[in-house]
């Protein structure tokens, strides 16, 4: 049993190892982008749209939804990253029902990779709200002795994205393999299932983390500076 999918090495081409991860990594972003071309190329204004565009239409109002709630700001330019995060590890756990693949989430490369994204983008998102200037005062407050704590947060919480995706999803997969081995092919069904309803929910917690950082850069620094502006 291997841990993890970048131990399955599909191909070499000298000292270049096409691995499991990148294999399924392209799996799932293709059946995301045939998955959205087919559900996408039909839309309809009328009342009699098909059931996919109400699935998608539900989904992608349920995650406006959540955006508000943890920013309390509109959705639509955190929607594309946020429903992405959210949606790209949804789909890399569900698939897990197909036998002989394996998530690439259950890589630390993987999560990693979405973490440092997050680490991106919420810098990003919080120069293009406030200005380079004003956003990089936060890391100096309340005092410039908080500098290295600043920094040390930021790349603390990139790392503990990283490794809890990981480590959840890494563990669900050996479980059920170890039981599979050992116990009645019934209950690690199950368990299977309780996997997947687990895949969604750190998809969700992962997206849902995204947004509390970015609205830490975003909605937060802006209104401590109001505060301050107005000498409260």
Known sequence: ????PDNIIIRQFG??????T???TWIVM????????????RLSTETGFSRWQNLLEVLVTGIQSQIRAVSHQEAGQYLPFAGTLFLFIAVSNLLSIVPGYQAPTGSLSTTAALAICVFIAVPLFGISEKGLARYLKHYVRPT???????ILGELSRTVALAVRLFGNVMSATMIAAILLSVVPLFF?????????????IQAY???VLAMVYI?????AYKEREEKSEKGE
């Open 1 to 4: 049993m291997e841990i993890s």
């Open 15 to 20: 000292t270049v190892k096409l691995n499991a």
């Open 22 to 24: 990148i294999v399924y």
């Open 30 to 41: 293709a059946v995301m982008v045939v998955g959205s071309w087919l559900i996408t190329r």
């Open 144 to 150: 410039p002795l908080m500098l290295p704590f600043n």
């Open 188 to 200: 690690p069904i199950v368990l299977q299932v309780l996997g997947l309803l687990t895949g969604l």
């Open 205 to 207: 917690i992962f997206a």
């Open 215 to 219: 609205a830490s850069a975003t909605r």
